[in-house]
């Protein structure tokens, strides 16, 4: 039988090389899981979805360092082990210990919270030199998009969703506006969403990575019918929004992008 001593070592062992392997498949795979957020269809949206993936992986790092060394004690010392074992320390403190579960904490915190604002900083940061300018004015219930300077504006007629078309890869700032009552703009594969309050100046800048149609929605309740309020967001190629920009220019005034929506009280 082994000694006691030895068991010991071969159980640390045992204990750290397992800990060491999850921890090196979970950072060195190639692409992080999403933990179940979309695939991000803006740039600002990356930056939420990294800030998600490493709380995730923070919790799974926690939970090893709680897990493993607890199951490493239920086993060692279980009962029918426990006179080869010996028995463990009686002491009722143990200071090394004890300052690690103080300090590493603090650290978890301070480095999530460090992570937290710079990825806050990175989503709400404007553009000073954004490829369009629109004004997003939210009402009850519907939406318009006022693209500033170019002359017109996108709006829908009542059971209709308006469409908002920006370009792929370049900065857009959207000013939102209400003209009565909270609303929230919303594209859940932005990965991001802001309100509209009256009276409140609210500017964000999109940039676009993907192209195709997005869903959009307000996410504040915001009267009777606020489940009518969708919308949607086509991205398109630089040289394709270009062109569609002049189209609407050369119609002037107020113009026509909207996709037909259904009546069954879902969404928004």
């Not at 062109?243 to 002037?252: F, M, N, P, V």
Request: hydrophobic letters at 40%; glycine letters at 10%; charged letters at 20%.
């Amino acid at each position: 039988m082994a000694a006691p001593g030895r068991r010991r070592q071969r159980s640390t062992r045992v204990l750290t090389g397992t800990t060491v392997l999850l921890g090196t498949l979970l950072l060195s795979s190639c692409q992080l899981p999403r933990f179940g957020a979309p695939d991000p269809a803006s740039e600002q949206g990356g930056h939420t979805l990294g800030l998600w993936q490493g709380f995730f992986l923070a919790a799974i790092v926690v939970t090893l360092f709680v897990w493993v060394p607890l199951a490493f004690v239920l086993l060692k010392y279980r009962r029918g082990r426990r006179a080869a074992s010996g028995t463990p320390s009686q002491r009722a403190y143990n200071i090394p210990l004890e300052i690690g579960y103080t300090v590493v904490p603090i650290l978890i915190v301070a480095v999530l919270f460090f992570f937290s604002v710079r990825t806050e900083h990175e989503v709400t940061a404007v553009s000073k030199r954004p490829a369009v300018r629109v004004e997003v004015v939210g009402f009850q219930w519907g939406w318009q998009f006022r693209y500033l300077g170019q002359g017109f504006t996108i709006d829908a007629p009542p059971g209709e969703k308006p469409q908002l078309v920006l370009p792929l890869d370049a900065a857009a700032n959207l000013k939102l506006v209400s003209t009565d009552v909270n609303h929230s703009f919303w594209v859940p594969d932005f990965l991001s969403k802001r309100d509209l309050i009256p009276g409140v100046d609210n500017e964000i800048t999109v940039t676009p990575s993907r192209t195709g149609t997005f869903e959009g929605r307000c996410a504040e309740f915001c009267g009777l019918d606020h489940w009518k309020m969708g919308f949607t967001v086509r991205v398109v190629p630089r040289a394709e929004f270009d062109r569609w920009l002049a189209r609407q220019q050369a119609a002037g005034g107020r113009a026509s992008a909207t996709t037909t929506t259904t009546t069954n009280g879902s969404g928004g």
